[in-house]
């Protein structure tokens, strides 16, 4: 192969990699900033707090995260860690439904105010 046959493939290398990483960094950047904030502000404790998933999605906003209590694991909490860490809503998993889980029922949601 020539140089340039190389530096072409090389720029088309760095242009398929950049935006995965770029997705992959920042749904870690999203998740630790959720977790700091609900161990730090919130005051949970690591016991409590099952599982955080830094998200990109189709719709905006871009990314944010998902959080599930060990208490209660048919609840997906949304989180939004833009500018500021911010409850955006919930969601419950299948099983949540056939459980006929309430809005009432859950412990760790904040209405958006």
């Known amino acids: 192969m020539n140089k340039k046959t190389i530096i072409i493939v090389i720029i088309i290398t760095i242009l398929v990699i950049t935006p995965i990483v770029y997705v992959q960094v920042n749904k870690i950047i999203y998740a630790n900033r959720v977790t700091n904030y609900l161990l730090e502000e919130q005051k949970y404790s690591r016991e409590e707090i ?11 906003p871009a990314f944010f995260a998902v959080v599930t209590f060990k208490d209660e694991p048919y609840v997906e909490y949304i989180y939004f860690a833009h500018n500021e860490v911010l409850q955006f809503g919930y969601r419950l ?19 958006f105010e």
């Open 93 to 111: 998993t299948e099983e949540g439904k056939e459980e006929g889980i309430t809005e009432s029922d859950l412990k760790y949601y904040v209405p």
């Open 50 to 60: 099952e599982s955080v998933e830094g998200v990109w999605g189709i719709k905006l």
